[in-house]
């Protein structure tokens, strides 16, 4: 019998502090492990940026802007410094594609996957490392009272559905573009390219064009932009919902109050967005006011859609009404759906501070939805979001308000796009001085990993608490 400190076969050869120092992270704190991670693969992407296979004209490109497209990359963000469609090479837009993939799925669940494909099997630690990636709840030690969106024995399933539908959805994507494209006077085998690269840039919800026109060739291609959509859509819903669907869809009565909780605060802000869209700009001869009611409709859904993290955009938002783009800010910030490839707060986020404040109203102890209670302590995991992500967004406009003396109006639309790795630009990060593309990088960062996960790496080892303080209610409202 070996003895518990002994190296194992398998490790033999290799430094027992290293093996010994990255199990201990592994088992302390899967968090810090995705941050750890999550910045080593930025530094990699930006050393590749930085090479003169990766720009088209075969210069080195400065490091401020290799890091700024490695992290907005990487998190899957859509905000440049550079123009994406004639600075980099081929070699340069596939590692744009590569990065974004890596980045949507989650550094983790992709290493999984990995592993899963070599050993054809997941193990215990690798299992609970991924359902720390799809649940953010999962970050304290031992067992989850509360039944989780995805379950630690369908862990393997949902990897399964993680890589099957990334592939899928991209590739179909892909194949139904290409008509389009071709109609646009591109050359067949650019076509093919462009296709799938808008396809990838949808569903990772990251908004890049491989053309230096954008969207502008497509403006009134319903079919091109309604596609995007579809792709934004099915990417900012998450994995977790995608599962439940593909795998009871006939049965919605089945499905965990997660995923309907995600379709329907969806739904809701996609459908009242577009509303409020129409309403604010149908007077407005610079977007809408000079469309006819359809093209109205379509564009208003088009931008509520795009809002949600897909970073597509078919008006200049320098022409867009103040209200609207206070209305653009909120719904960038609180994104899409949990496990996704979107940012921001996340809808479930804001569907349980709903919840709470209808609880309250009403004089009732707990939240209920759909016939379930929902714990108190989702509650407080809502509230931390909500409180960490309007910290970092509030530090960093303030930040760059000094840096670039930006109008408020603008640095706060990029900061937040940023955030919640939407990808929408005001013109501002084109701009940027050095020291702010250092400071709208790191936001990015911190979006993407996400403020549950800072938090709980932070605070990775907890202690249990044996004892109650006395109680006392302060003043509040």
């Keep these: ?30 968090s810090r492990l995705a941050i750890l991670v999550f910045v080593s693969l930025i530094f ?21 802007d290799a890091l700024f497209t490695a992290a907005s990359v990487v998190c899957v963000t859509g905000l440049a410094t550079v123009d994406m469609a004639t600075h980099w090479s081929v070699f340069g837009k596939t590692l744009v594609v590569i990065g974004t993939q890596i980045g949507a799925v989650g550094v983790l669940t992709f290493a999984s996957i990995l592993g899963l494909v070599v050993t054809r099997r997941l193990g215990l630690r690798a299992k609970l490392i991924a359902a720390g990636d799809s649940n953010p709840l999962r970050t304290h030690h031992g067992a989850v009272p509360e039944g989780q969106a995805v379950r630690l024995g369908e862990v393997g399933t949902l990897l399964a559905t993680v890589a099957v539908s990334t592939l899928t959805i991209e590739v179909a ?39 230096d026109t954008g969207l502008t060739p497509f403006a009134h291609d319903y079919w091109f932009l309604s596609l995007l959509m579809v792709g934004v859509v099915a990417g900012s819903i998450g994995f977790p919902v995608i599962r439940a669907l593909t795998k009871q869809l006939r049965h919605p009565r089945r499905w965990p109050i997660h995923v309907k909780l995600t379709l329907v605060t969806s739904a809701v802000l996609l459908v009242g967005g577009a509303i409020v869209y129409v309403t604010l700009e149908a007077s407005n001869p610079e977007t809408f006011g000079q469309e006819g009611a359809g093209r109205t409709a379509f564009q208003a859904l088009f931008l509520s859609t795009m809002t949600r993290s897909g970073g597509f955009s078919l008006v200049d938002f320098d ?74 967004v509030a530090v960093a406009t303030v930040v760059l308000l000094q840096i670039t003396h930006e109008s408020l109006d603008r640095v706060l639309f990029e900061v937040i796009s940023a955030f919640a790795t939407c990808g929408l630009s005001s013109g501002v990060s084109a701009h940027l001085p050095e020291s702010g593309k250092y400071v709208l990088a790191a936001t990015m960062f911190l979006g993407r990993v996400g403020t549950v996960t800072i938090a709980a790496a932070l605070a990775a080892s907890q202690s249990r608490q044996l004892f109650r303080r006395p109680e006392e209610r302060p003043i509040v409202g």
């Design 1 to 30: 019998m070996l003895d518990r400190h002994e190296p194992l076969p398998a490790q033999v050869g290799v430094p027992r502090r290293r093996t010994n120092g990255i199990a201990a992270v592994l088992r302390s704190s899967p």
């Design 44 to 64: 990699v992407f930006t050393v590749l940026f930085m090479t003169p296979w990766a720009s088209a004209d075969g210069s080195t490109t400065h490091f401020s």
């Design 173 to 211: 994507l892909g194949i139904l573009l290409l008509p389009s494209v071709l109609v646009a006077g591109i050359p067949f085998w650019s076509a093919v390219g462009d296709s799938f690269y808008y396809a990838a840039m949808a569903f990772t919800n990251t908004g890049f064009a491989p053309n």
């Design 319 to 392: 022409e867009l009404h103040g209200s609207s783009l206070l209305v653009t800010d909120m719904l960038m910030f609180i994104g899409g759906g949990s496990a996704s490839t979107a940012g921001g707060i996340k809808v479930t986020t804001l569907a349980v501070l709903f919840l709470a404040a209808v609880a309250e109203a009403r004089g009732r102890r707990s939240m209920e939805a759909f016939g379930r209670r929902i714990p108190s302590d989702v509650l407080r995991v809502a509230v931390a979001v909500v409180l960490w992500g309007a910290t970092i």
